[in-house]
């Protein structure tokens, strides 16, 4: 992770992060989507990694995951490629592929559907709001991650263990399981801007760890494809 020259606003630093390959991600040809998060958000650590609270983020994140995989075009074709069959209805053919990729991606008794994995060579940047109860301040400092902002990171990707799903198996609702992200190591770039929080839609109140969390992704092909080009 590198720490670089930011520009400024408003006389604070606005920090730019890169992480992974740090490979810039280029503007042309991008799957493009932001991922809503508000409730408690909890700093993270060697001391305490927090796998319940992570898992809670990752839950409140699926149902956008499962949505964005209905309504994107191509990805709609990429899971119905996956389930093609003789004599089956369109829809048929996304649902039949879906849970083709689930059964691909089976761990820890969860039937994972990751949109970022090695195996199709995407170029992910994440742009990330962060709002929260406090002054403004840096979330990243020299070489280390905000505990905050590492808990957001957990929880974008497949859990690798029972524990790490905070020790439940899959609920109502959950089976297949969309997440983000197959690892965090495939994140090419990263920027993260705080913020001050006054409330919580919906609230009259404030606690100190409460967060609303805007996370905008952009995915694209590291290089050019000739066939299954669903990201650009």
């Not at 799957?31 to 409730?39: D, K, N, S, T, V």
């Not at 991606?105 to 995407?122: C, K, M, Q, S």
């Not at 009259?204 to 650009?232: E, M, P, Q």
């Amino acid at each position: 992770m590198n720490i670089v020259d930011a520009p400024m606003l408003f006389g604070h630093t606005l920090p730019y992060i890169e992480v992974g390959a740090a490979d810039p991600i280029e503007e042309e040809n991008l799957l493009e989507f932001r991922l809503l998060y508000q409730g408690e958000l909890l700093p993270s650590g060697n001391k305490n990694t927090r796998p319940r609270e992570k898992h809670e983020i990752r839950r409140a994140l699926h149902p956008q995951l499962r949505r964005l995989w209905g309504v994107e075009r191509n990805l709609r074709f990429l899971a119905a490629h996956k389930g093609a069959a003789a004599g089956l209805t369109e829809e048929e053919h996304f649902n039949a592929g879906i849970r083709s990729i689930g059964q691909q991606w089976n761990r820890v008794g969860y039937d994972f559907i990751p949109l970022v994995t090695g195996e199709h060579a995407v170029r992910c940047s994440l742009d990330i709001l962060l709002l929260r109860p406090e002054e403004g301040r840096l979330v990243f400092t020299q070489g280390d991650i905000d505990g905050q902002v590492k808990t957001v990171f957990d929880a974008l990707r497949m859990p690798a263990s029972l524990e790490q799903a905070g020790g439940i198996g899959p609920q109502a609702d959950e089976t297949p399981f969309f997440v983000l992200l197959e690892d965090d190591k495939l994140i090419s770039e990263v920027r993260v801007n705080s913020d001050q929080l006054l409330l919580l839609p919906g609230t009259r109140a404030y606690k100190a760890n409460d967060a609303f969390v805007v996370i905008h992704v952009k995915l694209n092909h590291r290089s050019a494809r000739t066939f299954d080009n669903i990201f650009g």
